[in-house]
């Protein structure tokens, strides 16, 4: 695990609400060029340890470190511009605006037009579905449709490391394979991935490396197919 | 037909003012999740600074009606923005999303820049007068030309706030704010910076009406806030945080004033309005435009 593989290094954090503790000294690592999952079940922790990087949350103790940099105490609009988003848990779109309208709220930060409308192409590219409905309210959309707007929201930031909540919670499994797909292709094309999942199965499939989170402690970590392998794993979480 | 064009005449000219105060007002509301209380204290300082600084520009210097008028235009906007940043910065960041701590600050805020308007203006009513004091007939129906010019900048200046909000990169950020603060830093929104923006354009609003106000009706140190009861009304029945609802409700405000002040008394059309806000509570909360949610 040495520095330059490692793009996000989180060490011992520790996060609480009202003095109760959320997070419990919890340490990893995100490898560059490789999707990286965190299962767990209701209340481990995960949207917390996101909240907690994404700069919503400050944590009591411990470190963030992103491309070597101490980002600890910055603001969400900070860490967005150094290259994190969050593909939030619920998806909170902007529910009265347009589909596009929604998108361009991604690109925020940026000033770059014609790479902005590059990744507008891109991202329609991805998820046919939407370019239809450009016009419309994202309140009207499916289920599917709104991660699918979620997601490209976040790509609309260019960013360096995709942090996923939960993406295909509720969906129709086809919608969850377009989904997967799609984290796939965002790995590929360069972006590093950070998958929370209750879908095990799902997010172990498509990691090289993941994180077993409970009661706010990381318990198991491993690549992708030792964890679903092992029997906490297949006991707790794959129902095998 | 000349009733009809004159009672038009009327809704718009009174109606335009209102829709101005009263999108600040939604404005705020819809950004920051406060009630500013306040507001009206905004719309005062405009027409007060309007009514010191045009007599000193024709007298002391020397200037025609319409560039004192503008002059002192410009002086209500730069008097207005530095109430708003100074409460901002020393009040209101501290209530965001907090209806409490904000009705409280308002509320104390409008009794201090009230007693300090009082202080400085003493309780007197104050008048200029109009750049454009001619008559014009419309269909038999007569208008001052002030009047007329007061609803062509109302409406620009509405169009134009629309435009910042639908077409504008800040505009985005207002509403994206609005709509869902978290969601929006999670964007890389400075939600603060945006507030604050929010906070100063609507502050202009209740400016912009209040400078147009001035040579038109007297004004004293509590001008405003009998527009602040009108933009609760309006937005009551407008929708809370509703731009289109501001509008619609403004217009219809206006209407109701005018008509009930024609055809019965002033104090009719006030109980009118009263009554349409009881039925309103009643029967749909959120208001024409509002959202249930
Ligand atoms: N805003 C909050 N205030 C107080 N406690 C909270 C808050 N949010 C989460 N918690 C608590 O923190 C712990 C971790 O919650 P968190 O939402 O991070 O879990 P999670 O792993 O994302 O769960 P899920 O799979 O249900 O989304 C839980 O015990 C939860 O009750
Ligand atoms: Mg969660």
Redesign the pocket.
């Known amino acids: 695990m040495s520095e330059d593989t490692t793009i996000l290094s989180v060490e011992g954090l520790c996060v609480s609400?009202?003095g109760?503790p959320?997070l419990q000294d919890v340490s990893l690592a995100i490898r560059r060029g490789a999707i990286t999952s965190i299962v767990?079940s209701?209340?481990?922790?995960?949207?917390?340890l996101m909240k907690a990087i994404a700069g919503l949350l400050v944590p009591d103790r411990g470190s963030v470190r992103f491309c070597g940099k101490d980002i600890g105490g910055r603001t969400p609009a900070e860490t967005v511009r150094s290259g994190i988003t969050l593909v939030p848990?619920g998806r909170r779109l902007f529910a009265q605006m347009s589909v596009r309208d929604n998108l361009m709220t991604g690109a925020y930060i940026r000033s770059d037009r014609a790479a902005i409308e590059a990744d507008f192409e891109t991202v329609l590219g991805y998820f046919p579905v939407l370019r239809e409905r450009l016009g419309t309210p994202a309140r009207a959309l499916s289920g599917g449709q709104q991660q699918m707007l979620a997601v490209g929201r976040a790509l609309m930031a260019a960013p360096r490391l995709v942090m996923l909540d939960?993406p295909t919670i509720g969906l129709a499994p086809a919608v969850v394979d377009t989904i997967a797909e799609i984290i796939e292709t965002i790995s590929r094309n360069g972006a590093e991935v950070l998958l929370v999942e209750?879908n095990a199965h799902m997010a172990l499939e498509l990691a090289a490396h993941a994180y077993v989170?409970e009661n706010?402690r990381i318990v198991l970590s491993g690549s992708g197919r030792e964890l679903m392998d092992s029997d906490l794993v297949r006991k707790a979480y794959l129902g095998l | 037909m000349e009733v009809f064009v004159q009672l038009l005449a009327n809704t718009l000219q009174i109606g335009s003012v209102y829709v101005l105060f009263a999108l600040g007002l939604t404005l705020i509301f819809g950004v920051m999740k406060i009630v500013n209380f306040a507001h009206g204290a905004f719309f005062t300082a405009a027409a007060l600074v309007v009514t010191s600084v045009m007599p000193f520009a024709t007298a002391t210097l020397g200037l025609s009606l319409p560039a004192s008028y503008l002059l002192a235009a410009i002086a209500a906007f730069a008097v207005v923005l530095c109430i708003g940043a100074v409460v901002f910065s020393f009040g209101f960041q501290y209530v965001l999303k907090d209806l409490n701590g904000s009705f409280i600050l308002s509320i104390g805020l409008l009794l201090v820049l009230n007693g300090i308007y009082l202080a400085i203006y003493g309780g007197a009513p104050r008048s200029v007068p109009q750049v454009l004091p001619d008559t014009i007939n419309i269909f038999g129906a007569r208008l001052t030309e002030q009047r007329l010019a007061l609803v062509i900048i109302a409406i620009v200046v509405t169009g134009g706030l629309y435009l910042l909000i639908e077409r504008t990169r800040l505009g985005l950020a207002l509403r994206a704010v609005a709509q869902d603060q978290e969601a929006a830093m999670l964007q890389g929104m400075p939600y603060r910076r945006v507030a604050l923006s929010g906070f100063l354009i609507g502050a202009a609003l209740a400016a912009c009406a209040g400078v147009l106000m001035a040579p038109i009706n007297a004004v004293t140190t509590v001008s405003g806030d009998e527009f602040l009861i009108k933009a609760f009304i309006i937005i009551i029945i407008g929708g809370l945080g509703s731009v289109a609802g501001a509008i619609v409700g403004g217009l219809f405000i206006g209407m109701v004033e005018s008509v009930g002040g024609y055809f019965f008394d002033p104090s009719t059309a006030t109980l009118a309005m009263f009554i349409l806000v009881i039925a309103f509570l009643l029967v749909r909360p959120q208001g024409i435009l509002g959202n249930a949610d």
């Open positions: 609400y009202h109760v959320a767990g209701n209340g481990a922790g995960k949207t917390t848990e939960e209750q989170m706010g």
